[in-house]
């Protein structure tokens, strides 16, 4: 946050969050070729995309530390119980996470069924550049949601090399 200050590019804490926000929406639509929904009315997640008959929810958390699930875990469920559509994953996205999370995680898909997905907005750049980079891809072609898919922590491994 104090970087972001000193070269003049965010005078208030809060537009962190609004530029969070709208990197993972860029991210999303032009690198993995997936248009974010538009979610109606305050309480919601704070972005959407449709996948197969079910929706990919995601949340981004900036925070200077790790993100402990167990302090956001209510409201996400809230978000997951209010959607009109099953959700398939739901995407933490911050700069690292603690290591109860990924076992909250876990508990939460078994008592629920969903899944919580933690990942870090490194990693998700990471991924989105690679997708956009690939050789021999369709500019065009999207990324296949169903890789973000996983209890816990982000694996890259579990994820095809991209070339």
């Known amino acids: 946050m104090q ?3 000193e070269q003049q590019l965010i005078t208030k804490d809060i537009e962190v969050e609004r530029r969070f926000e709208d990197a993972t929406r860029f991210l999303f639509e032009k ?3 997936h ?3 538009k979610l109606v009315g305050t309480a919601h997640a704070d972005g959407a ?3 197969q008959d079910k929706l ?6 900036s925070k200077e530390s790790e993100v402990n699930l167990k302090d956001h875990v209510s ?3 809230g978000y997951i119980q209010n959607a009109d559509k099953k959700v398939a994953v739901f995407l933490v996205i911050g700069p690292a996470f603690t290591e109860e999370s990924s076992v909250l995680a876990m508990q939460y898909l078994v008592e629920n ?3 919580i997905s933690l990942i870090t907005a490194a990693e998700l750049k990471a991924l989105a550049e690679e997708w956009v980079g690939r050789k021999g891809g369709s500019g065009d072609a999207p990324f296949p949601l169903g890789y973000l898919i996983q209890v816990g922590r982000f694996n890259r491994k579990l994820v095809p090399k991209i070339d």
Do not use: E, H
């Open 35 to 37: 248009k974010p929904l």
């Open 56 to 61: 990919i929810f995601w949340d981004n958390k």
């Open 3 to 5: 970087f972001l200050r």
């Open 113 to 115: 069924g969903t899944t």
């Open 49 to 51: 995309v449709s996948y």
């Open 75 to 77: 409201q996400f469920d």
């Open 31 to 33: 690198k993995l070729k």
